[in-house]
């Protein structure tokens, strides 16, 4: 049976709360990042980088799907989070299932059309000749994950909120571990290629999201799922609590857009300037990010129901405390990335292709130039996601917008001109350090006023 934490956000010691919900939150996202990893490792060895190359170019796809269940599921937290400092559990209850079913709804028409056209996306996303069967193959079988995929999303938010980090840490591992064997399986004894690993991630997530629908009907405590009137006026509210949810959770949503935007881009950029295996050594950095985007993720995820919980209270030095505590874990944690990617770029690099193929070379050069952003990366995303958590939407949007788009393309488009190669691995740097420095501006200017 599902247990619940002890879990008092508004009276327990804030380091301790931190730490309660930061330590289970952050290992089950690892062990999700570690399915897409171990996913790339076995497409390498099995496929090589042509293998991984196909599946970054389709990848983005996916992303999307991931930044709309983030949007829903970090909006709705926060509206229920404050729900619940007040007291109104139905209300509470209502947003989080409105929340569920809403998009349930938009990512099974999403699934739907893309279903229909993949080979039109597969060249929409700048598939080469070359890797268009496999771009095809992948997406054909990993995108019907996409519902799956949003039920866990969005209710691993309602789980650490209803409670429960514990489990939904496991509704993280399972799938992970689940991932490992199935990849092993499709790719290597069934020699099913890039469409074994789509067929074993579609199994491993699903897994996930199981696991996230049981909790939610059978074993939630405060936030069980609520029947919904189907009346005329009901509808309106729904529209106008979700809208209010996707308000809050935008920012959320362009943050993953900015890993699709970069990995297109990248991509783009990279087959212009050294073709397939460019783009293969670039698809074995972007196996790497999702551990650095997850372990800010997971600090901001962590943070959000106490900085929400204790500002609906009006405890500003609480809010303030976990703001801290959050800025001090993602010093030390994007510190310890640095120093990976920097001394040992070898290692990590041969863990998916070998020292012969063309894109090892690239990826152990570039490495260590594309790992002076994670500092600034990790600390943009607790900057969204602290403003996401006090309901300030315009700043926190307008920090995902500068990260993902107005920072990040011209960086990607002149920094090669200026300095070749190099200039690709610092686009991504040079454009997380530009909104770092807008983000103390106005921390600094809100100070002052």
């Known amino acids: 049976m599902a247990g619940r934490d002890d879990i008092d956000f508004g009276k327990v010691k804030v380091s301790r709360l931190f730490r309660k919900i930061f330590i289970p939150t952050l290992l089950g996202m690892v062990s999700w990042s570690l399915l897409t990893v171990v996913d790339g490792m076995f497409v390498g060895w099995g496929v090589g980088s042509n293998g991984i190359a196909a599946i970054n170019i389709c990848y983005p796809v ?9 949007m829903v599921g970090m909006g709705a937290s926060v509206v229920a989070s404050i729900h619940l400092s007040q007291k109104n559990v139905k209300a509470a209850r209502i947003n989080v299932t409105q929340a569920m079913w809403f998009s349930t709804l938009v990512v099974l028409f999403a699934v739907a059309v893309m279903e229909l056209v993949p080979e039109r996306i597969s060249c929409m996303l ?12 992948y997406m054909v079988y990993l995108i019907p994950s996409g519902i799956m995929q949003m039920w866990s999303v969005v209710g691993l938010f309602i789980i650490r909120l209803d409670g429960a980090p514990k489990y939904a840490m496991w ?26 690993a789509a067929i074993a991630s579609s199994l491993s997530t699903a897994i996930g999201g199981v696991m996230a629908i049981i909790y939610l009907l059978r074993y939630a405590g405060t936030l069980k799922l609520y029947r919904l009137k189907l009346s005329a006026t009901s509808l309106v509210l729904t529209l106008r609590n979700i809208g209010y949810q996707c308000k809050i959770g935008f920012s959320a949503f362009l943050g993953e857009m900015t890993m699709a935007l970069l990995m297109f881009v990248g991509n783009s950029v990279f087959m212009e300037y050294l073709g397939d295996a460019g783009v293969g050594a670039f698809g074995v950095a972007c196996y790497y990010l999702p551990f650095v985007f997850m ?5 901001a995820e962590s943070a959000q129901p106490i900085i929400s919980y204790n500002y609906g209270l009006g ?10 505590i959050s800025v001090r874990t993602g010093v030390l944690g994007s510190l310890l990335s640095i120093v990976a990617f920097t001394l040992f770029p070898q290692v990590l690099v041969h863990l998916f292709i070998g020292a012969d193929d063309p894109a090892a070379l690239i990826a152990i050069e570039g490495f260590p130039y594309f790992a002076t952003g994670f500092l600034f990366f990790i600390l943009n995303l607790i900057a969204i996601g602290y403003f996401q958590s006090i309901e300030k939407v315009v700043p926190a949007t307008l920090f995902a917008i500068l990260r993902g788009v107005l920072f990040m393309l011209p960086s990607f488009l002149l920094l090669p001109l200026a300095m070749g190669v190099k200039g690709i691995w610092l686009a991504v740097p040079l454009s997380e350090l530009s909104t770092f420095v807008v983000v103390v501006a106005y921390a600094v200017a809100g100070r002052k006023r």
């Open 62 to 70: 996916f992303l999307v799907i991931t930044g709309f269940a983030l």
């Open 126 to 137: 700048g598939a080469s000749p070359t890797l268009m069967p496999m771009v095809r193959d």
């Open 171 to 196: 509704c993280n591992v399972v799938p992970a571990v689940a991932n490992m064997f199935l990849d092993w399986l499709f790719i290597f004894p069934l020699a099913m290629g890039v469409k074994g």
């Open 295 to 299: 372990f800010g993720n997971a600090i």
């Open 315 to 324: 405890s500003r030095e609480r809010v303030h405390q976990t703001l801290a």
